[in-house]
């Protein structure tokens, strides 16, 4: 079973930079797809960033420019570099895996999410 954990988290000031990342155990299949989501209070879960299985990468337009997905080879399978942050950016932020490489919507594991904060 995939666990994931996520790190890096935090509270910054509007055109600040985090980089959030993904340890993840249990990731034994051999192609999966990777994302990060996100959820601000009394909205849906958005995917905000994929890397397919063949190394696609794959941003939400409101993040492209800003944000860059990166899937890593050893402590964490996958981080998420932030920077020009805003206030509307500020959301709980997940790492999710989807060990069957389609990629679809349902087919994602989440983790249990850190949470980053943008003020003005």
Same mark, same amino acid.
């Given at each position: 079973?995939?666990?994931l954990v996520e790190s890096g988290g935090g509270s910054v000031q509007a055109g600040?930079?985090?980089t959030l990342s993904c340890a993840?155990?249990? %990731?034994?299949?051999?192609?999966?797809?990777?994302a990060w989501f996100r959820q601000a $209070?009394?909205?849906?879960?958005?995917?905000?960033?994929?890397?397919? $299985?063949?190394?696609?990468?794959?941003y939400v337009p409101s993040v492209k420019g800003r944000f860059t997905i990166s899937q890593e080879n050893f402590?964490?399978?996958?981080?998420?570099?932030?920077? %020009?942050?805003? $206030?509307?950016d500020t959301a709980?932020?997940?790492c999710a895996a989807d060990v069957s490489g389609s990629c679809?919507?349902?087919?994602?594991?989440?983790?249990?999410?850190?949470?980053?904060?943008?003020?003005?």
């Open positions: 079973q995939v666990q600040g930079s985090l993840a155990s249990g %990731l034994t299949a051999s192609r999966y797809c990777l $209070p009394g909205k849906e879960r958005e995917r905000v960033a994929t890397v397919t $299985p063949e190394g696609g990468m794959y402590k964490y399978i996958m981080a998420l570099q932030m920077i %020009l942050l805003k $206030p509307e709980m932020y997940y679809h919507a349902s087919r994602f594991t989440y983790g249990q999410g850190t949470q980053v904060t943008v003020s003005s």
